[in-house]
């Protein structure tokens, strides 16, 4: 059977992917990951040749054992090197010039197989930034094609491999500071000295018959008037490996329906080959089960099957799930961009995504993750250029209904980052830096569009791609996918207070803007603000600057003769460039809070600071819907230890700002709005709510009730409303507190909300408000909350494991005729006294009224832990436990 020549396989490589799921061995159809057994060293001093690497008499003990993916200091990571990465100074202090040449990845692997009968592909899905590749000693591509950080390469290589043992070896080539648009971070933490050179998705092999599967899809169309009709659309890229003309069968099969059809294929040949309910009467599908975000419906996925049979030999197979739903803009009266599911609005509420500093997140730890993310009630995650080593984050997005905003990273648009002078756009340049660049984009489309997840593509981040760029990206998203709004960049709805837009003269107004704050702010900030960050339209990055984690944490971060006072080595843990510090912070905490002289107190405070400055953020977007549509916390999590943008931190230790978006985020719930001062109920649910109870109470800084009423209302599905307007206090103290209980009509609690506020009002000075801040004229004044008298508190627990995990019910009673303000409960092991981690608990930094009883849960996972040796502690403000 004669087969293409190698040189015209690889001349045709470029133009297509990978897309098949892994799948068991057989003797006929497989793909592999080869992640295992893998040598990794540097070309430095290297006497040896692609050719000489790559073949079967290299050392296979030489260089560095390592399992892919792993950039180069993953890698050396994996055996031991770099102990001390996070110390004080070190990785801005590590030495860059190992990273600065070529470095090598080889493994073995074995074929088994009648000669001539089945087809070989080789895929890299992901290196940084150029490659050779040599198979037995030849060489399979150049990196005059394989380059980009985002590039998917896939070559047929059914010429180089042989019966028995095979050898693969790739040469990494470093991204050229200054010439390269490569992947890298921002201002949230120092880069690594390699530059994340390397292997940082999977490689894998696929063995077919003479016609293989790549980048299969399903596109879906819901009836948004009844939700009881769909339209599923299949499609597949069929390739025929062979030098003749084939007859292949395709079938697909999902649900009860099972699908097929004949196709030929010219030697050589690919196509895209699609089941349309057009020619399948069965894709016009009945009474769907629907796809939805967090908190608006289940999640229903369908387990898809693909076969492609030649001569009724079964030569490739690709499953996947997938979900019925539909993705849409609208743009509301005043110019704002907002998005609809199944044709249903929704506010987005996100945070920003950002992967380990060495690209070596485990999966365990991505789907914990992004389990937090739906715990505190999101239904968005933001991935600026880091998504993840493998589908994990799209494969969980996908079961937990986060949408996913998928986009390239402000890295590339700033020359202290990329080393290339920026200007109004994207610092990508030239006819071949643009072409390289939309093929890129293109190949991380064809590789994330099937998941029901992926909800959004951007072109850009802080700045617009040129507009021959933008036409690029656009003629290759016709072809890959057009199903799914884009934004050419994510500003764009304002410039600073400016009445006039930046907009792209190829796409128009993006509707979104970028305008932060990226520090903290007043939390009236959120209601008042109408020129910059508050909450109006889509705030695509934004956020109240440091969270600071819990003490168990910074033992961790901080060396015991730094712990206290702040000083320098704190800053280091802190952001880079303007964000290298905590001044903002620290003058607007001390100043609502007072000073403190002890770590301990310093962090528990923190804490409060944390929940109180992020809550009304999350709360003023959803009581503006739908003149707000969108907001995304700047930032989610961390890629290393840090007091910068993060829910929780990089130990996967919650903050307060974590259960304070949890509040915030709540579907249903009663809200303090801190610009009028007036309560509102918030209804995400695709439903009516009827015959809620609203209970509101408010109390001096001793417990003395100041006011209290109550009443019973309605709110529409997906709406927001005011049902309580506060009347003038007469408060004897600076500080006060209100509660809000939210009651169904058989007295059943279904959410509260407890707010520590101040007669003194904090005053925003918009007049000095920078890109990153809005400074305050005058503050809050908390500082009585430290002078609160004392509550006695009885806790106890009880714990159960139920499959997986271990369930802890926490049962607390307030014996005083005082709050029992801010209780922090942790799971912890009782030798270490560590919190265990994730952890997921109904509620925290709870506070008690006074004779109240409240019973909260929690869990942790069970996997390697011993529940005798755990066990949950109890502090706060004014707490004393009993």
């Given amino acids: 059977m004669k087969k293409k020549s190698i040189f015209l396989q690889i001349a045709t490589a470029s133009f297509f992917m990978l897309f098949s799921c892994t799948t068991d061995y057989n003797e006929t159809v497989f793909e592999r990951n080869l992640d295992k057994g893998w040598q990794l060293f540097s070309s430095e001093g290297l006497n040896a040749t692609g050719s000489e690497i790559s073949g079967a008499d290299f050392d296979r003990s030489f260089g560095y054992p390592v399992t892919l993916p792993a950039t180069v200091m993953h890698g050396l990571q994996q055996n031991g090197k770099f102990p001390d990465l996070f110390e004080f100074g070190v990785l801005e202090q590590m030495d860059t010039v190992p990273y600065q040449v070529p470095w090598w990845y080889r493994t073995t692997f074995n074929v088994n197989t009648e000669p001539g009968k089945d087809f070989f592909q080789i895929t890299l899905n992901g290196i940084n930034f150029k490659a050779n590749v040599w198979l037995n000693g030849q060489k399979v591509a150049g990196d005059d094609l394989i380059q980009g950080s985002y590039g998917v390469w896939n070559f047929d290589v059914s010429e180089l491999v042989v019966q028995g043992e095979n050898h693969l070896a790739i040469e990494i080539i470093p991204p050229v500071f200054g010439v390269d648009v490569s992947k890298g971070f921002v201002d949230w933490n120092p880069k690594p000295a390699d530059n994340l050179m390397g292997i940082w998705r999977d490689v894998t092999l696929k063995q077919s018959g003479p016609v293989s599967m790549r980048h299969s899809n399903v596109v879906t169309k819901v009836n948004k008037e009844t939700l009881d009709e769909a339209e599923v659309t299949i499609s597949t ?196 830096a643009k072409t390289l660049h939309a093929n890129n984009y293109r190949d991380q489309v064809l590789w994330h569009r099937r998941h029901p997840s992926v909800a959004i593509w951007t072109y850009g981040s802080d700045k617009l791609p040129r507009p021959s760029l933008e036409v690029m990206l656009n003629e290759r998203m016709a072809k890959a996918d057009t199903t799914r709004p884009i934004l050419s960049y994510c500003g764009g709805a304002m410039l600073m207070g400016d009445s006039d837009p930046r907009q792209s003269i190829i796409s128009g107004p993006t509707g979104v803007k970028m305008e932060g704050p990226y520090d903290w702010v007043a939390p009236v900030y959120w209601y ?62 001390h100043a609502r809070y007072g000073e403190f002289n002890y770590l301990e107190d310093f962090l528990f405070v923190n804490q409060m600071a944390s929940y109180e400055a992020i809550r009304p953020m999350f709360e003023a977007f959803s009581v503006n819907k739908y003149n707000s549509t969108g907001v995304v916390q700047w930032m989610f999590n961390s890629a290393w230890p840090t007091f910068y943008w993060q829910l929780f931190d990089y130990y996967l230790m919650p903050t307060g700002a974590f259960y304070g978006t949890r509040k915030a985020a709540a579907p249903l719930t009663l809200i303090y709005n801190y610009g009028n001062g007036n309560i509102y109920l918030n209804n995400d649910f695709l439903e009516s709510q009827q015959n809620l109870n609203v209970a509101v109470k408010a109390f001096d800084l001793n417990s003395n009730l100041l006011f209290e009423t109550g009443l019973t209302t309605n709110i529409d599905a997906n709406s927001a409303k005011m049902v309580v307007e506060m009347p003038g206090l007469n408060i004897p103290s600076t500080t006060w507190f209100l509660d809000l209980r939210l009651k169904d009509d058989a007295g059943n609690e279904i959410a509260n909300n407890f707010y520590w506020l101040s007669t003194v009002d904090d005053v925003p000075d918009f007049d000095r408000t920078t890109w990153y801040w809005t400074p305050n004229k005058q503050h809050a004044d908390l500082t009585q909350i430290q002078n609160m008298p004392q509550a006695n508190v009885i806790f106890s627990y009880d714990v159960k494991k139920y499959d997986d995990e271990f369930i802890f019910t926490v049962n607390l009673e307030n014996q005083a005729d005082v709050i029992a303000f801010f209780a922090e409960y942790q799971i912890v092991d009782k030798n270490t006294m560590e919190p265990v981690l994730p952890v997921f608990w109904d509620d925290n930094y709870i506070s008690l009224l006074p004779g109240e009883k409240r019973v909260i849960k929690g869990s942790v996972g069970a996997k390697g832990i011993n529940g005798d040796s755990l066990t949950v502690t109890l502090q706060g403000s004014n707490i004393i436990v009993q």
């Fill in 528 to 589: 008042i603000d109408e020129r910059y960050g508050g909450a109006f339209g889509f705030n695509t990055e934004v956020g109240p600057g440091p969270q600071i984690p819990p003490l168990s944490s910074i033992r961790k971060m901080i060396p015991e003769e730094h712990l206290w006072p702040v000083d320098d080595v704190w800053l280091y843990y802190s952001g880079r460039n303007q964000f290298e510090n905590l001044d903002r912070y620290l003058g607007a905490f």
């Fill in 237 to 432: 890229y069929l390739t025929n490996h062979s030098g003749v003309e084939q007859r292949a069968e395709i079938t697909a099969n999902f649900d009860i329906l099972h699908l097929k059809k004949e196709v030929r294929l010219n030697p050589g040949e690919t196509r895209e080959i699609f089941f349309r309910p057009g020619q399948f009467p069965e894709l016009h599908m009945k009474n769907p089960r629907l796809w939805w975000p967090n908190n608006m419906g289940e999640q229903a996925l369908y387990d898809l099957e693909l076969e492609v049979l030649v001569d009724n030999r079964l030569t490739d197979r690709d499953e996947f799930r997938f979900g019925i739903r539909e993705i849409e803009d609208f743009w509301n009266e005043n110019r704002y961009r907002g998005f609809k599911v199944n044709g249903q609005k929704l506010v987005v509420k996100s945070a920003g995504w950002v992967d380990d500093i060495l690209l070596a997140d485990s999966d365990q730890k991505v789907i914990d993750q992004l389990k937090y993310a739906q715990h505190v009630n999101l239904n968005s995650i933001r991935l600026e250029s880091f998504w993840g080593r493998n589908r994990t984050i799209m494969e969980t997005a996908d079961e937990l209904g986060l949408l996913l905003m998928l986009g390239w990273t402000a890295h590339w648009e700033w020359e202290s980052y990329i080393g290339i002078p920026h200007d109004d756009y994207v610092s990508i340049r030239g006819e071949e």
